[in-house]
Each structure stands twice: as C-alpha cells, then as structure tokens.
Nanobody, 125 residues
Framework: QVQLVESGGGLVQAGGSLRLSCGAS????????MGWFRQAPGKEREFVAA????????RYADSVKGRFTISRDNAKNTVSLQMNSLKPEDTALYYCAASTAQPWYSSLSSAYAYWGQGTQVTVSS
C-alpha cells in the first residue's frame, strides 16, 4: 500500500507560479510511474502530466504543455509539478497518483492504483 501526500497548493494570481510536491510514507516511489491529475468543480478528473519511474517517459496534457514541468527525485522520494504562467482555468484540486500497470497508459486515471487526497490550487484573475 502506498500512501501519497500532496503539498504546495494555494491561492495565486494569474501569471504566477506554484510548485506541487508529492511524497510517500513507508514506501519508495522509485519503482512507480507517477502522474498528476486535477479536478475542477463540476468537471471530471483530467490528466495533467506523468513521468515514468526511469524518467524516460514524460507526458503532458496539451492544456499545460510549455507551462508545467513534472520531475521526480527518487533519492528524496518525491515527485513535483512546477506550474508557471498559471491561468484561472488551472483552478482545481490536484492529485498525484502512482501506477505499476503494464502497459502504462499514462493519461488514464484507471492506470493508477494509488492516489493522494489532493491539494487545492486556486488562480485568481
């Protein structure tokens, strides 16, 4: 069982930046493929970004490409999402998730077995 904990959310003005972090208690994340998803009120959960355990595969949703950067530090057991040039439409609850599925369909929430509780990101206009 992997327990994921997100942090780093908050309120920021449009154009600003935030850095989200995801850590795990009791288990190493180094063997998991990791993803970030988000869910805005009244909307379905959507894929944001994903990174493979080896960092060999990184993928972004078109809506965040060029603005968000996913990274991982296996030594620190963390996965991060650097979010720049934030827009009001980025407002959502952001979740990190861990996957061991093979093959790994990184943009599908069903590929992830473990989820954090989420951290709120609010971007004001």
């Amino acid at each position: 069982q992997v327990q994921l904990v997100e942090s780093g959310g908050g309120l920021v003005q449009a154009g600003g930046s935030l850095r989200l972090s995801c850590g795990a208690s009791g288990r190493t994340l180094s063997t998991y493929d990791m993803g970030w998803f988000r869910q805005a009120p009244g909307k379905e959960r959507e894929f944001v970004a994903a990174i493979s355990w080896s960092r060999g595969s990184i993928r972004y949703a078109d809506s965040v490409k060029g603005r968000f950067t996913i990274s991982r530090d296996n030594a620190k057991n963390t996965v991060s999402l650097q979010m720049n040039s934030l827009k009001p439409e980025d407002t959502a609850l952001y979740y990190c998730a861990a996957s061991t599925a093979q093959p790994w369909y990184s943009s599908l929430s069903s590929a992830y077995a473990y989820w954090g509780q989420g951290t709120q990101v609010t971007v004001s206009s």
